[in-house]
């Protein structure tokens, strides 16, 4: 639903489209990059921009649809027409603006998010607003910059583009400043949008981005963008709370191991856990500045063997994970705004709602992919942990 929130200026409204064909990549939209969908993604980014009123995903396809809904986005039916790899996007923008103005009467501005950006952050998007707004502009876009020395083809033969082959050889650091398109985000002014059917008119603004500029359109760019997923900052809303940690709170199954259990011939069961997650949990206890807990409804004493091990604090065996955290707190002097939640499963979900932060490992149940305010980039007993350590350590 749109939110209420609009700006004296007017609304504005983000818009993703998100076909269920493509060619290159099939179902190239709920592929995911640590364990997000793109189309999750990129509506996790449009809801966190704080000048979004409301964010719509106009797609062809039911999956996408119900990706995008628990997300937050509200669905528009794309027709097939325009859902085929000719149909320009222009096209798919202009049929999602009456459905946009019903919605919102006092439409000022519109942004345009491509899913196959996947580094996209909220606060990029209102970046990107404001250098509109700053510089007086019509419409604007985000772009990297660019130090290529740019050649084309002539009938003479091969011609310098920004620099000239019978001059001497510059070095790129003294080319002309110039700009590559990054195909993430495109702000325009609604109405002259909606009178040129253009993505640019006008005075054009530039916003230059830092992310990568990759366009997946292939299984490769997908690899690629995987890899650097893994040394991805926590995002905008994560970053932000985590000065405010003063409790780190473990689910154990899904968490501290890969959830899986060995069982012998007579029943024994063992787990396997991560050298790196202890190393990485065993530096924040010794620091002092964390109150540590691993909460488990495991009834399975290896819990209570591994919290020994790391010489943390641990409930077993509870099944009411809030009233055991709201009893440990309170003992604590604390609140739950600074515990910083990490669970794996549906009944990791009422922890997670009431933490200040949760977060949860890439391969976690996707009902909590789609709630956790940080997916971590690497699965459970495999480097999870490990990973919000280190990011711990640095940033809070």
């Avoid at 106009?58 to 937050?72: F, K, N, Y």
């Avoid at 981005?209 to 905008?236: F, K, N, W």
Wanted: hydrophobic fraction near 40%.
């Amino acid at each position: 639903m749109a939110r209420e929130n609009g700006s004296e200026n007017g609304s504005i409204a983000c818009v993703i489209l998100a076909r269920g064909g493509s060619k290159g990549l099939p179902q190239k939209n709920l592929r995911k990059i640590a364990g997000m969908s793109l189309i999750a993604r990129t509506v996790r980014a449009a809801m966190r921009a704080q000048a979004v009123d409301a964010v719509y995903v106009s797609t062809d396809h039911s999956g996408i649809a119900d990706e995008a809904r628990r997300q937050g986005a509200i669905i528009i039916a794309r027709p097939v027409e325009l859902a085929d790899d000719a149909a320009p996007s222009e096209a798919g923008w202009l049929h999602a603006l009456p459905f946009i103005r019903d919605d919102l009467p006092d439409l000022s501005q519109l942004v345009f998010l491509q899913c196959t950006s996947p580094f996209t952050q909220g606060h990029d998007i209102d970046a990107c607003l404001e250098t509109m707004r700053s510089e007086n502009a019509d419409c604007a876009l985000s772009v990297t910059n660019d130090h290529s020395f740019l050649w084309h083809e002539t009938p003479a033969g091969a011609a310098g583009i920004n620099h000239a082959a019978d001059q001497p050889r510059q070095r790129r650091q003294d080319l002309p400043a110039q700009y590559r398109e990054s195909g993430a985000i495109y702000c325009v002014k609604a109405d002259q949008f909606e009178r040129s059917g253009r993505r640019f008119f006008g005075r054009i603004a530039l916003h230059v981005v830092s992310h990568p500029p990759i366009e997946i359109d292939s299984q490769q760019d997908l690899d690629l963008c995987t890899l650097i997923a893994q040394s991805e900052a926590p995002p905008d809303m994560a970053r932000d709370r985590l000065s405010d940690v003063k409790a780190v709170v473990m689910d154990f199954d899904g968490v501290h191991t890969d959830n899986r259990v060995f069982t012998d011939q007579n029943g024994a069961e063992t787990v396997r856990t991560s050298r790196s997650d202890g190393m990485g949990v065993s530096m924040l206890r010794e620091t002092g500045r964390w109150h540590m807990l691993i909460l488990s409804k495991e009834r399975n004493p290896v819990v209570l063997q591994r919290a020994a091990k790391l010489q943390l604090d641990v409930q077993h065996s509870t099944d009411d994970k809030v009233r055991a955290l709201e009893k440990w707190i309170g003992e604590r002097g604390l609140d739950w705004h600074q515990v910083l939640y990490v669970g794996n499963d549906v009944n990791d979900r009422a922890v997670m709602d009431k933490a200040g932060l949760s977060a949860c490992p890439m391969d976690a149940h996707p009902s909590i992919l789609s709630v956790a305010d940080w997916v971590l980039p690497l699965p459970g007993g495999k480097g999870a942990l490990r990973c919000l350590s280190d990011t711990l350590l640095a940033v809070a």
